[in-house]
């Protein structure tokens, strides 16, 4: 480690060697005449000697030369004065390595050059030995390395857009999502959940770009249920309110019994038959399913909250804890997780400001569900 910044150093003190050496070789060229006044009065020269050999009348002598001369007075003014290097060029040189030594000399002192080095191979290894200390960033960078070693298989890249999209990153969890749909073309869920991205990314409105994914997913599905659901909801917005609410009844009926999602429906379906239109689009509206979630990061939720027991002065922990909680839709178990932590933390204004924070992310996730 020593060594590297040794290296560094050096380094900084040649760039700035090099700099100062280019700057002098400017000033140098500066100083250089301009050429153009020489090509001027070249050019007086070369009028003078033509009229003198009858190749250029008196008449156009005169106005030749008069221009010439015009362009000549004019470079004249144009010329910029020399720059002058002014004191000792060794002071800038000294003063800019001094400052790579300086920095140095403080890393040397308050830094930890005795720290081994941690490679991001090898911080992957720790973490993939011990998923549940890993943080939710962490798992998504877990996920990110397997799809890489699992190149034709689709399933860590819909877990890992799934992770990013309960981490707020939805750009990343569209990337994954795209990945996944070149390797898996036929696959009807992959721009279903794209599409729901696309309108959690547009505040709940569904965009052309959305509504081509769901019908692309249902021309592969034709039952997959979110496709159906926001190409019913696309109809209502569009004016065609029985038509979409006929697609809503249907996909009502063919939804399983046991399933989280028809009360919602049945309460928006009875909406629109009241008011004859949909309600306000809420931006939190599209949210991240719940089954890909759940399998990302159960593990990690789990072993979190194992840790917590045995060692509670963990802050980001707990802010992770609640946050992951509400992810998975358990809504006691995130409750338990903020009393405690608060509990906990009753006279630290920077922890609880954090915890209030996540508590405020997770009731948006568990409305958007």
Not at 16 to 45: K, N, S, T, W
Not at 147 to 155: C, G, I, L, S, Y
Not at 212 to 225: I, K, V
Not at 236 to 265: E, N
Request: glycine content about 8%.
């Amino acid at each position: 480690m020593i060594g590297f910044w040794v290296a560094a150093a050096l380094l900084a003190a040649g760039a700035a060697a090099l700099m100062l050496h280019r700057a002098a070789r400017g000033g140098a060229v500066a100083r250089a005449p301009d050429p153009q006044v020489e090509i001027y009065r070249r050019a007086l020269g070369e009028i003078d000697d033509l009229a003198e050999r009858d190749l250029l009348g008196a008449e156009e002598r005169r106005s030749v030369r008069a221009e010439a001369a015009r362009r000549l007075l004019g470079a004249a003014d144009r010329e910029t004065p020399p720059i002058s290097a002014s004191g000792r060029p060794t002071l800038p040189l000294a003063a800019c390595a001094a400052v790579a030594i300086g920095a140095v000399g403080v890393y040397l002192t308050t830094g930890s050059p005795g720290l081994a080095d941690q490679p991001f191979s090898a911080r992957l290894a720790d973490w993939k030995a011990n998923p549940g200390a890993a943080p939710p960033a962490a798992l998504a960078a877990m996920l990110e390395a397997v799809a890489n070693e699992r190149p034709d298989d689709v399933t860590p890249l819909r877990k890992l857009a799934a992770l990013d999209l309960g981490l707020g990153d939805a750009d990343g969890a569209a990337h994954a999502l795209r990945r996944a749909m070149m390797i898996a073309p036929s696959d009807a869920g992959l721009p279903a959940m794209l599409g729901e991205i696309k309108v959690l990314q547009g505040g709940g409105a569904i965009s052309p770009d959305a509504r081509a994914l769901f019908e692309r997913s249902l021309s592969d599905d034709p039952n997959e249920p979110a496709a159906r659901y926001y190409v019913a909801k696309a109809k209502i917005s569009d004016g065609d309110t029985v038509g979409g609410l006929a697609q809503w009844r249907a996909l009502l009926a063919a939804l399983p019994s046991t399933d989280t999602r028809r009360s919602a429906l049945a309460q928006q379906i009875a909406d629109v038959e009241r008011t004859g239109r949909l309600a306000p689009a809420r931006s939190s509206e599209a949210g991240p399913p719940p089954a890909e979630l759940t399998d990302a990061i159960r593990g990690m939720v789990d072993g979190l909250a194992a840790r917590l027991r045995d060692q509670p002065d963990d802050p980001p922990g707990w802010v992770r804890l609640v946050r992951a909680y509400a992810v998975l839709g358990e809504t006691d178990k995130r409750d338990e997780a903020l009393r405690t932590a608060r509990t906990r933390y009753a006279g630290r204004p920077d922890e609880l400001s954090q915890l209030a924070a996540a508590a405020s992310t997770a009731a948006t996730m568990a409305a958007g569900r």
